[in-house]
């Protein structure tokens, strides 16, 4: 069965270094997102990208994010600056049809 | 008002119970409507899109009321395995765009 793969499962970074998390999403699926999962809270909405470009943001996704798909494959999400409160689960989720489909996520840990 | 509002629960059933969650949503101009599982720690997982018509997979029966902005998901004859926490998720476009937003989810964990 067809996944979306992301890495890394689990990255510790300090405040205010840059990350870099990816996605390989399932193939011949248009429409990518991120979203993300402060602990014990809800999933959030983060950006959506179709064609190569961004469609949609949140307010959370802010100047310090970008979200790029550099060679035609993996889908990226770069935090330039990070910040304690950007601690949480990233998720990927990619759609062929209505249904979103979700990578096993990143855990982000800001110290 | 929440855009998708659940009751966290706990929701604590013995094996074999019937139990239902309910979710109410804000928009009325809501296009599509899913119920996803989370397990501890890990992604959510679609377990099935509801349509106004109702519909059933296997021990599952989900709901859609659109006059009344109101989902539900039924679970019929629980399985230890069912313990997880259930995500009503509202897309507010039809087809293939549009975000989703998700509600806080609903826990339910099944006891032998």
């Known amino acids: 069965e067809p996944e979306v793969t992301q890495t890394p499962s689990h990255q510790v970074t300090q405040m205010g270094q840059e990350v870099i998390l990816r996605c390989v999403p399932i193939?011949?699926?248009?429409?990518f997102y991120w979203y993300r999962q402060i602990l014990g809270q809800k999933v959030e909405f983060l950006v959506s990208f179709y064609n190569n470009e961004i469609s949609e943001k949140s307010e959370i996704f802010d100047d310090q994010f970008s979200v790029e798909r550099p060679d035609g494959s993996n889908f990226t999400l770069k935090i330039r600056s990070t910040k304690l409160e950007d601690s949480a689960m990233y998720f990927c989720?990619?759609?062929?049809?209505?249904?979103?489909?979700f990578g096993q996520g990143t855990r982000l840990t800001v110290v | 008002r929440k855009e998708v509002e659940q009751d966290p629960g706990p929701f604590n059933v013995p094996e074999g119970a019937t139990v239902a969650f309910n979710c109410t949503y804000s928009n009325s101009a809501s296009q599509s409507f899913f119920w996803y599982r989370q397990d501890c720690r890990k992604e959510p997982k679609l377990l099935m899109s509801?349509?106004?018509s109702g519909n059933e997979d296997g021990r599952f029966t989900a709901q859609l009321n659109r006059a009344s902005q109101y989902i539900s998901l039924l679970i019929r004859d629980s399985k230890l395995s069912d313990s997880a926490t259930y995500l009503c998720v509202v897309n507010m476009k039809a087809g293939n765009t549009g975000k989703l937003i998700f509600g806080q989810g609903t826990t339910l964990q099944v006891k032998p």
């Open positions: 509801v349509y106004s």
């Open positions: 193939s011949n699926h248009l429409y």
């Open positions: 989720a990619t759609k062929g049809g209505i249904e979103a489909f």
